[in-house]
C-alpha cells in the first residue's frame, strides 16, 4: 500500500528509516545476526520491510545484506505479552 500525506511526515518518515537503517547496519557488523525482528507500532508499517535492506546496504562494510527483517509474531503486542509472561504471581 503506498502511503501519502504531508511533506513533514513523509519526511520524518524518511529520517526514521534512515537512522534505523543505521542502527542495524551497525549492529550487523558487529554482531553479524541471523535475523532481525521489528515490533511497536512502528512493525506494522509494511514499507520498511522493502526500504530497509537496501538502506542498511549503503551502512555495512560487506557488499550485501542478507540478514531477514521481520515482524514479531504478535505484532505491536509482542512486548507487552513478553512482560506480562514475566509477572509472577
Known amino acids: 500500500m503506498k502511503r501519502v500525506g504531508d511533506p513533514t ?3 520524518v518518515y524518511q529520517r526514521f528509516v534512515d537512522r534505523l537503517a543505521r542502527s542495524l547496519a551497525l549492529l550487523t557488523n558487529i ?3 541471523d535475523v532481525f525482528v521489528l515490533g511497536g ?3 506494522n508499517v509494511d514499507e520498511i520491510y522493502g526500504e ?3 538502506l542498511i546496504t549503503r551502512y555495512i562494510f560487506g557488499d550485501s545484506f542478507e540478514t ?3 515482524k514479531a509474531v504478535h505484532g505491536d503486542s ?3 505479552r513478553g512482560a506480562a509472561w514475566l509477572w509472577k504471581e
Open 9 to 11: 511526515a513523509i519526511g
Open 31 to 33: 554482531v553479524d545476526p
Open 41 to 43: 507500532g512502528m512493525s
Open 52 to 54: 530497509l535492506p537496501g
Open 68 to 70: 531477514p527483517i521481520l
Open 78 to 80: 509482542s512486548g507487552v
